[in-house]
């Protein structure tokens, strides 16, 4: 089956710790987003990529970084700048770089402190 | 900047009664509107979108309405069932390659 895959599904944090999301896709698609999800505030974006080896900054990037190797793979890791890391994180692809193609989403990775 | 609103953020409607939930978006030059419906502990799915040039699109029992003059779309849901219960989101395009999302609506099915 064509999809998105995040793993784990559950993650756990120490302080001063850095920590990976993984997000594989086998859509062929061209453009990979990571979003975090926070109780009543909807979707904020983190970094997205239109393309391999490119990659820019959505509109909470402090503390969060992404490579973009491969066109399938799209980790993100949850450095230890960022202080308030607890929330459910998604990742989505879409066909190509423009903003009018649909996003399909993963079924997220739920990070918290231990 | 880019934004969209959405309203209701909470709606409960009794079992087979209509439900729509409204949004504006404030750029222009957004042409793309896609509605998510998202399931506790997973992933928003995908479950209706609409382009500029169309002013309303319907699949069975959801349809979507666009107003480009007025900025908002609308998404409504006939007939509900319980298994409609979900978080709906509503997203415009932007030019630079991003969707905007709005904060989101939870739908209550009561049977």
């Known amino acids: 089956d064509g999809g998105i895959t995040q793993s784990p599904k559950y993650l756990f944090r120490k302080e001063g710790q850095n920590v990976t999301l993984s997000c594989e896709q086998n859509?062929?698609?061209?453009?990979m987003y990571w979003y975090r999800q926070d109780p009543g505030q909807g979707l904020r974006l983190i970094y997205y990529?239109?393309?391999?080896?490119?990659?820019q900054k959505g509109d909470i990037a402090e503390g969060y970084s992404v490579s973009r190797e491969k066109k399938e793979s799209f980790p993100l890791t949850v450095t230890s700048a960022q202080k308030n890391p607890t929330a459910f994180y998604l990742c989505?692809?879409?066909?190509?770089?423009?903003?009018?193609?649909?996003?399909?989403f993963g079924d997220g990775t739920r990070l918290s402190i231990l | 900047g880019e934004n969209v609103e959405q309203h209701p953020s909470t709606l409960s409607v009794q079992e087979g009664d209509s439900a729509v939930i409204k949004c504006t978006y404030s750029?222009?030059?957004?042409?793309?509107f896609p509605w998510y419906k998202q399931e506790l502990g997973k992933g928003p799915q995908l479950i209706i979108d609409?382009?500029?040039?169309?002013g309303e699109k319907k699949d069975q029992r959801i349809a979507v309405t666009l107003n480009k003059t007025a900025k908002h779309f609308s998404l409504h849901i006939t007939e509900t069932q319980p298994e409609d219960s979900a978080v709906y989101f509503c997203?415009?395009?932007?030019?630079?390659?991003?969707?905007?999302f709005g904060q989101g609506t939870t739908l209550q099915v009561k049977p």
């Open positions: 990529s239109q393309i391999v080896n490119d990659f």
């Open positions: 859509l062929n698609h061209d453009a």
């Open positions: 997203a415009g395009s932007s030019n630079t390659g991003k969707l905007i």
């Open positions: 609409i382009r500029s040039n169309v």
């Open positions: 989505a692809s879409s066909m190509d770089q423009g903003g009018n193609q649909p996003q399909h």
């Open positions: 750029d222009s030059a957004s042409n793309y």
